[in-house]
């Protein structure tokens, strides 16, 4: 829960190193290392076993939104070194191994729309967009490449492609773990149910399949079945704290933790095999849950 842990913080532009780039996340690797890294180590006190880079928006499209496009690989190398040092440390003073996932948001494009503008990228474009982001996360040092909050299916397919060239390419190879977003419905943005993701996504070149974000654990349940019944792979769930509502113009997830981790290890139960939590979800969310599914 990058994006609403930082939020807490009421960061000012001068967090972000000045006006043109505040709003931009990713960039605090750069400019506040120290708020990062304690978003990392809270969730790592409370037992978390990976911890998510900063890097949700960090390919270059949406960087470039903040002038910020030639500096993809600066920004997704130091975020994977400073969340590998946190994961680090903190495996060395317990005794648990800990582990790095990059995390890799969309690219704010459709290429599955016919908007006149969101839509005007080809395939291969895409994937190099994808292929340069986890250039950068693999060669930060992280174990996993997380693939998350895909609204739709052929931006999934292009990035799997990227991704899996750039492994090619460097002759290195790390878990691809990938996470669609379903609404209430039990649909991505275009319309793609779990049977037809599931389908699509099983026959290419990655590790895990999963859920997150959009809704909580609560509307997760027929999505989460058909996957355990179905799926060859190991299965994700990282919901958010409940369905967001709006309060002043503002997103609050109103699932509170023993709710989240109960229903979460219910999801254990049927078969799945990786939980934590996506938007609004915090240390005593993941405290909660490890409690309940541990061991």
Same mark, same amino acid.
């Given at each position: 829960?990058?994006?609403? %842990? ?5 960061? &000012? ?31 790592? +006190?409370?037992? %978390? ?5 900063? &890097? ?31 994961? @680090?440390?903190? =495996? ?24 006149? +503008? ?33 609204? @739709? ?15 090619? @390419? ?15 419905? =039990?649909?991505?943005?275009? =319309? ?82 990786? +939980? ?16 309940? +599914?541990?061991?």
């Amino acid at each position: 829960a990058m994006g609403t %842990s930082i939020q807490r913080y009421d960061l &000012t532009a001068d967090d972000f190193g000045g006006q043109q780039y505040e709003g931009c996340n990713d960039y605090l690797v750069i400019t506040r290392p120290d708020v990062i890294e304690e978003i990392h180590a809270g969730f790592l +006190v409370a037992g %978390s076993e990976v911890i998510e880079t900063d &890097t949700f928006r960090g390919n270059r499209l949406t960087l470039s939104e903040y002038g910020l496009g030639d500096q993809v690989l600066t920004i997704n190398r130091a975020a994977a070194q400073l969340a590998r040092r946190v994961a @680090d440390r903190f =495996g060395e003073e317990t005794g648990i191994p800990r582990y790095v996932a990059g995390s890799m948001g969309p690219s704010g494009m459709l290429p599955s729309s016919d908007d006149p +503008v969101l839509s005007q990228i080809t395939f291969d474009e895409l994937a190099e967009v994808y292929y340069e982001q986890a250039q950068g996360l693999v060669e930060g040092g992280v174990d996993v490449l997380l693939l998350e909050t895909s609204q @739709d299916i052929l931006e999934v397919r292009a990035a799997i492609v990227g991704i899996n060239r750039y492994f090619a @390419d460097a002759g290195v190879r790390v878990p691809l773990q990938t996470q669609i977003t379903l609404d209430t419905s =039990g649909r991505m943005l275009f =319309g793609t149910d779990i049977a037809s993701a599931l389908a699509t996504l099983e026959p290419l070149p990655i590790d895990v399949i999963g859920l997150n974000c959009s809704t909580g654990p609560e509307h997760m349940a027929e999505p989460v079945r058909y996957l355990v019944e179905h799926s060859t792979r190991p299965i994700s769930v990282l919901p958010n704290a409940g369905l967001p509502i709006n309060v002043e113009g503002e997103a609050v997830y109103p699932m509170q933790p023993d709710p989240f981790a109960h229903m979460m290890a219910e999801f254990v139960d049927w078969g799945v095999n990786v +939980v934590g939590g996506c938007c609004g979800t915090t240390p005593a969310h993941l405290e909660k849950l490890i409690a309940q +599914v541990k061991g």
